[in-house]
Each structure stands twice: as structure tokens, then as C-alpha cells.
Nanobody, 115 residues
Framework: QVRLAESGGGLVQPGGSLRLSCAAS????????MAWYRQAPGKERELVAS???????SYANSVKGRFTISRDNAKNTVLLQMNSLKPEDTAVYFC?????????WGQGTQVTVSS
């Protein structure tokens, strides 16, 4: 069983930054796939960034160069540093991990980019 808890969302002005954190508990391993998804109102959930191990990272085209995913295995935490935020980044952001035991999601954290 894996539990994920996101934090760090909030209201930020365009051009600003936020750092999201996902704390994982349970059967998490340092090489497990972990990812951030987001879902805006009226839209499907989309993959924002993913990481396998410490160095294999992937990003959606819409966030490349602005967002950075990283993990701290000692703390079982995955971070999403978001810079140069745009209004279209407004969404609920979810943490996700997949392993042979299952597909796990956090409850989500709201990010609102508005002036």
C-alpha cells in the first residue's frame, strides 16, 4: 500500500514560482516511476512530468524549460519546481506512482495563476 500527499499549491501571479511537494509513505522504492499530473476545469488529466530513479526525467512540451521534477529518496519525496508560471498552468496537480502492486494517486493540490 502506498499513500501520497501533495502540498505547496496556492495562488501566484503570472511569472511567479511555486514548488509542489509529494510525500510518499508505504512501499516506495527509489527507482519507482513517479509523476505529476494536472487537471484543469473541463479538461482531461494530463501528464506534466515524470521521473524514474534519480535522473530519467520527462516533461510535457508545455512545461519544458519552466518546470523541474526531482526526488529526495531519503525523505521519500518528489518535488515539482514550477517557474515562469502562466494562467494556463492553473489546475489541480496530482502526484502519482505506479509499481507492480498498483497505481496510486494523491488527493491533489490547487495551483491558481492569476493577477
Amino acid at each position: 500500500q502506498v499513500r501520497l500527499a501533495e502540498s505547496g499549491g496556492g495562488l501566484v501571479q503570472p511569472g511567479g514560482s511555486l514548488r509542489l511537494s509529494c510525500a510518499a509513505s508505504g512501499s516506495i522504492f527509489s527507482f519507482d516511476f513517479m509523476a505529476w499530473y494536472r487537471q484543469a476545469p473541463g479538461k482531461e488529466r494530463e501528464l506534466v512530468a515524470s521521473i524514474i530513479g534519480a535522473y530519467s526525467k520527462s516533461y510535457a512540451n508545455s512545461v519544458k524549460g519552466r518546470f523541474t521534477i526531482s526526488r529526495d529518496n531519503a525523505k521519500n519525496t518528489v518535488l515539482l519546481q514550477m517557474n515562469s508560471l502562466k494562467p494556463e498552468d492553473t489546475a489541480v496537480y496530482f502526484c502519482n506512482t505506479k509499481n507492480p502492486a498498483g497505481d496510486y494517486w494523491g488527493q491533489g493540490t490547487q495551483v491558481t495563476v492569476s493577477s
